[in-house]
Nanobody
Framework: QVQLVESGGGLVQAGGPLRLSCAAPGRTFSTYTMGWFRQAPGKEREFVATINSNGVSTYADSVKGRFTISRDNAKNTVFLQMNSVKPEDTAVYYC????????????WGPGTQVTVSS
């Protein structure tokens, strides 16, 4: 079992920055693919960004150029730097970890609320 803990959510004005963090336990954190999804009220959960064990990142078109995902393997933490936020970025943001064993299993954090005021 991998328990993820997100932090950094809150209220931010449109155009401002916000940084989310997600801590994950485990000696093999560096091998996890980590990422973020988000879910706005009344909408389905959608992909935001991911970073693999080699540090290669992928982004949703809606956040490309504004959000940056990074990881600090020494601290077992992945970050989502959100810049130039928009009201449409308002959502609960969920961190996930893809852990490879016999099979790859995805673990989710409880989520952190991000609200962007216009």
């Amino acid at each position: 079992q991998v328990q993820l803990v997100e932090s950094g959510g809150g209220l931010v004005q449109a155009g401002g920055p916000l940084r989310l963090s997600c801590a994950a336990p485990g000696r093999t954190f560096s091998t996890y693919t980590m990422g973020w999804f988000r879910q706005a009220p009344g909408k389905e959960r959608e992909f935001v960004a991911t970073i693999n064990s080699n540090g290669v990142s992928t982004y949703a078109d809606s956040v490309k150029g504004r959000f940056t995902i990074s990881r600090d393997n020494a601290k077992n933490t992945v970050f989502l730097q959100m810049n130039s936020v928009k009201p449409e970025d308002t959502a609960v943001y969920y961190c996930y970890a893809d852990v490879r064993a016999t099979l790859t299993k995805r673990y989710w954090g409880p989520g952190t609320q991000v609200t962007v005021s216009s």
